[in-house]
């Protein structure tokens, strides 16, 4: 941090810097650190003084100031940005979509008076990878534009994002019902506990790696609040 910077503050900026560097030292920052935020806010607090206006002004009591900067890294380190990927948000709702239909087909199978067929392998995996890019182009037309503190310039047309999402639909449906009429040596129905357990052990995987590389859910719908 400069003197001479400094040596341009008034008595009152003077004072402010003087209370924020001891909440900062206070909350456990180094010199280094508070060098770098007092020198990222000293251009601000000398263009303004010329206008009247004073570091309290601007930011509020020193010691609140400073003190909200820890808080937010305490926040951000405790809230990690969710990842986007949209690979790792398909594959994220295809598992979940997959090991859904897998156990409700398998407790379906399993309590059916009927002997009602449940899934095949291969409809099972389609339905799963398409819904799982059909709910990733919601949340990219639609969703993601609807979040808190989103801007929202960037959001395509009305018509077009719903063109894209029946279509994705359309897909899906034609996916589900077309490989439902293939033979069943190409796609195999799994007995009722087989289909349970692999339907258990992908929605485990699907919570491990969401877990593991905090993937954005395509699934969860817009958060307005």
């Known amino acids: 941090m400069s003197q ?58 020193p010691t609140t100031w400073a003190a909200s900067l820890t808080a937010k890294e305490r926040y951000d380190a405790e809230h990690p ?5 949209p690979k790792l ?4 709702s295809a598992l979940f979509i997959t090991s859904l239909f897998a156990l409700v087909s398998a407790l379906t199978t ?27 182009l919601m949340y990219y037309f639609v969703y993601q534009y609807y979040g808190p503190d989103t801007d929202r310039s960037q959001r395509p047309p009305f018509w077009k994002s719903i ?27 799994l007995a009722p506990l087989p289909l349970a357990i692999l339907g258990a052990a992908l929605l485990a995987l699907r919570f491990y790696l969401k877990k593991r590389f905090n993937i954005r859910s395509a699934s969860a719908g817009p958060s307005r609040y």
Request: hydrophobic share 50%; aromatic share 10%; no cysteine.
């Open 163 to 189: 063109l894209v999402i029946l279509a994705s639909m359309v897909l899906w449906l034609v996916v589900f019902f077309a490989t439902s009429f293939l033979p069943a040596n190409l796609n195999p129905v």
């Open 89 to 92: 948000m398909i594959m994220d």
């Open 4 to 61: 001479v910077s400094l040596d341009k503050l008034s008595k009152k900026n003077k004072e402010f810097i003087h209370i924020a560097t001891n909440q900062l030292l206070q909350d456990g920052k180094s010199d280094q650190e508070i060098q770098t935020i007092l020198e990222g806010i000293l251009p601000e607090i000398l263009e303004n003084q010329t206008k009247g206006i004073t570091a309290r002004g601007l930011y509020g009591a």
């Open 110 to 136: 399993f309590f059916s008076t009927d002997q009602a067929i449940g899934y095949g392998l291969i409809t099972l995996l389609l339905v799963g990878l398409v819904g799982g890019l059909a709910f990733y």
């Open 81 to 85: 940005k969710e990842n986007d990927d």
